[in-house]
């Protein structure tokens, strides 16, 4: 009877064991996922404000009456996004909570680009002082 009973012990130590190895890879698994996730996003809202801010400089440059026209993507999670003359201030939500960037434009601007989600088309258009950005 006594080594019946060690050997259920035994068991129920490897069980709990196992499943604590199990959990605690788990939970790491699902950090760094979400770091994962809040690196990719931070590089998508990058590279978006990148190129409209790249697209206005060069339509402001090039003189008033010049325009263009670009397509963005606009990453899941955008809760605004602000074009205000000294650049582009985009607010998205994180893993760790509300995330708030701004870049830095080297032309005035002035307008608006709606933060829904998904491929947007945003018109450019130099003016005497400042650049117009919109979203169609």
Not at 120 to 136: C, E, F, G, H, P
Request: no cysteine; charged share 15%; proline share 2%.
């Amino acid at each position: 009877m006594v080594k019946k009973a060690q050997t259920g012990i035994e068991y129920v130590i490897v069980f709990s064991f196992v499943t604590f190895v199990i959990i605690s890879v788990s939970g790491i698994a699902y950090v760094y996922s979400g770091l994962s996730k809040d690196k990719l996003k931070s590089n998508q809202v990058e590279s978006m404000a990148t190129e409209i801010i790249s697209a206005s400089e060069t339509v402001f440059f090039a003189g008033e009456p010049s325009a263009t026209r670009i397509s963005v993507v606009v990453p899941q999670g955008i809760i605004n996004i602000s074009v205000t003359s000294g650049g582009i201030e985009i607010v998205s939500s994180s893993s760790s909570g509300e995330n708030l960037r701004f870049f830095e434009s080297r032309v005035p601007l002035k307008g608006n680009v709606s933060s829904t989600e998904g491929r947007r088309t945003l018109n450019i258009q130099a003016k005497d002082t400042y650049v117009l950005v919109w979203s169609v």
